[in-house]
């Protein structure tokens, strides 16, 4: 038999997925699963956006421009402009989902053997795709304690070798849900600056922030616009994981056309996805309040509850709609799995993504999960009950 490849070995299962057919397995056995795994938001999409899939008048779907339809990028201009990100239709190319933007950014600017620093924990399949692109990935921790707050800037000089190429931030950050401050963004910018390295952000959640303070990103910090590469994404803003469109955006015209290499390699991203993304441009504000504002109540819902329980510790995120929580358990992993093939209560169980997964070194997060706020409050508050359970019979309890 031919032998698969080493890099294939090497790619990450995924920590929000690995567990899935267990979640199936329960399924079949009658038990209801609350997932609390994934982003995937359960709110409605805009009506604005059904409605252009609805009345799509083509004889033929074709191939777009691999950069993306003008007219959609033209209105995205626009967009950004409410957010007082500076940008030309030039600057931005279309991309299938945000993952891929993420994938081309590693494929254009990095060198199998290049070194992208990166706050820990963070989205899983970031490593997957420096794997892919021959990165190599190195993590800064942040702790829990201090509520996922950045490291220390000496924590990032001290990674610094002649291999840097990058640092990758997510923010508002999933897993943990931090929103970087205006001094945090400074800091990391002098340090881009210092060193001449390119800056991949990863903005998709922009519209989920949570205090006062003005959203500060990456395409707002002075001096290193040709370093700063943006990902972005409709998926969670608007709700429609499936249509799998996201966006690449710099200013570095270098950049822009070595990315444009791997699009045209792909041909086109989806042109029933642009449909619609660019008819949610002119999604009302009130859905986007009304958004806005039941995650707000899901967040405080859920954080107010797993404090509650005895042994539970999570920070208040500021932003996306994660949290990373610490349960009084041996190993996550291993509750997780639990609760989904050996746990039930009164029919019910939840799905939890373990917080190993979202660190690179196995010691780190083993007594951590991701919960996503994406069902509704009643529902939130039947998994919390579950969870409540499940840690009360769990035989790897931790007791303090």
Known sequence: MPKISERGVAMPASPIRKLVPLANKAKER????????????????????????????????????????????QKLVEYYAKFKIDVAVEDIIITTGGSEAVFFSFMACLDPGDEIIVPEPSYANYMAFAISAGAVIKTVPSTIEEGFALPSMEKFEALITPRTKAILICNPNNPTGYLYTQKEMNQIRDLVKKYDLFLFSDEVYRE???????????????????????????????????????????????????????????????????????????????????????????????????????GCYSPIPMGAFYTLAKLPVDDADTFC????????????????????????????????????????????????????????????????
């Open 337 to 400: 799995a639990w609760c989904l093939e050996h746990f039930e209560y009164e029919g019910q169980t939840v799905f939890m993504a373990p917080a190993s997964g979202f660190y690179t070194d196995p010691n780190l997060g083993r007594n951590q999960v991701r919960i996503a706020y994406v069902l509704k409050k009643d529902d939130l508050a039947k998994a919390i009950k579950v969870l409540e359970k499940a840690l009360e019979a769990y035989p790897g309890r931790v007791l303090e």
């Open 208 to 310: 989920f922030c949570y205090t006062g303070a003005p959203y500060i990103s990456a395409c707002h910090l002075k001096g290193i616009q040709n370093n700063v590469i943006l990902v972005d994404s409709v998926s969670k803003r608007y709700s429609e994981c499936g249509i799998r469109i996201g966006a690449l955006i710099t200013k570095n015209e270098q950049v822009r056309a070595n990315v444009m290499k791997w699009c045209q390699a792909r041909l086109s991203p989806p042109l029933v996805g642009q449909i619609a993304a660019e008819a949610s441009l002119d999604t009302p504000e009130d859905y986007m309040l009304e958004v806005y504002n039941e995650y707000v109540e899901r967040r405080k819902f859920l954080i107010d509850a797993l404090n509650r329980i005895p």
């Open 30 to 73: 009658g038990v209801k699963v609350y997932h609390l795994n994934i982003g995937q938001p359960d709110l409605a999409t805009p009506e604005v956006a059904m409605d252009a899939i609805r009345n799509i008048d083509r004889k033929v779907l074709e191939y777009s421009p691999s950069e993306g339809i003008r007219s959609f990028r």
